[in-house]
């Protein structure tokens, strides 16, 4: 089965940091593309950050650029994002997606890890 | 504020057809494929149209794109009461390199 896990989320107090992890399965994840997006309770999605499947590109939306980090290690079939610096406004659901229906598009979906930013 | 534009929400009756709107510009629909996802309540997004107009296998074909200039829409014909939802779509943005969603629209199915 075609799969992307999520985890790693939890409570984090502002200016802390934490760890996402992505597990895929399923399907041969070094050749896909991969990408971070998020939702805020009760808004819409947000795109967070892409990375080409040899790893060797990335790219961050503004509001996250400087703060977060996104990896993957092909060999353990995972996808990382590290968040660091962290704020209220960061509190959110976090998906990570693959990129494999061409044209940008996110064709595998984990569930999603909720990440809350509170002291 | 969404790069992209969609209503927030659309309603119409059961087997009726509804279509949502996705404004844009040069930069991101203009130029990029687009592509639209639905997300059910509480669960994960799910990709419903990508490159424009194409069905990912297993979508119904009561869903169909299209895309003209900088503008894009969703069509879902027959509606029923499980596709309530909300819609999103997304492009890839040239000049910000980042991939956009639109704000999202919510589809109620009277």
């Known amino acids: 089965e075609v799969q992307l896990v999520e985890s790693g989320g939890g409570l984090v107090q502002p200016g802390g940091s934490l760890r996402l992890s992505c597990a895929a399965s399923?399907?041969?994840?070094?050749?896909?593309?991969m990408n971070w997006v998020r939702q805020a309770p009760g808004k819409g999605l947000e795109w967070l950050s892409y990375?080409?499947?040899?790893?060797?590109?990335?790219y961050y939306a503004d509001s996250v650029k400087g703060r977060f980090t996104i990896s993957r290690d092909n060999a353990k079939n995972s996808l990382y994002l590290q968040m660091n610096s962290l704020r209220a406004e960061d509190t959110a659901v976090y998906y990570c997606?693959?990129?494999?229906?061409?044209?940008?598009?996110?064709?595998?979906w984990g569930q999603g890890t909720m990440v809350t930013v509170s002291s | 504020q969404s790069v992209l534009t969609q209503p927030p929400s659309v309603s119409e009756a059961p087997r009726q057809r509804v279509t949502i709107s996705c404004s844009g510009s040069?930069?991101?629909?203009?130029?990029?494929?687009v592509n639209w996802y639905q997300q059910l309540p509480g669960k994960a997004p799910k990709l419903l149209i990508y490159?424009?107009?194409l069905l990912p296998s297993g979508v119904s074909d009561r869903f169909s794109g299209s895309k003209s200039g900088t503008s894009a829409s969703l069509a879902i014909s027959g509606l029923q009461s499980e596709d309530e939802a909300d819609y999103y779509c997304?492009?890839?943005?040239?000049?910000?390199?980042?991939?956009?969603f639109g704000g999202g629209t919510k589809l109620t199915v009277l």
């Open positions: 990375i080409s499947s040899s790893g060797s590109t990335m």
């Open positions: 490159y424009d107009d």
């Open positions: 997304a492009a890839w943005d040239d000049s910000l390199n980042a991939v956009v």
């Open positions: 399923g399907f041969t994840f070094s050749s896909y593309e």
């Open positions: 040069n930069s991101n629909i203009g130029d990029n494929a």
């Open positions: 997606a693959s990129e494999g229906g061409g044209g940008d598009a996110f064709d595998i």
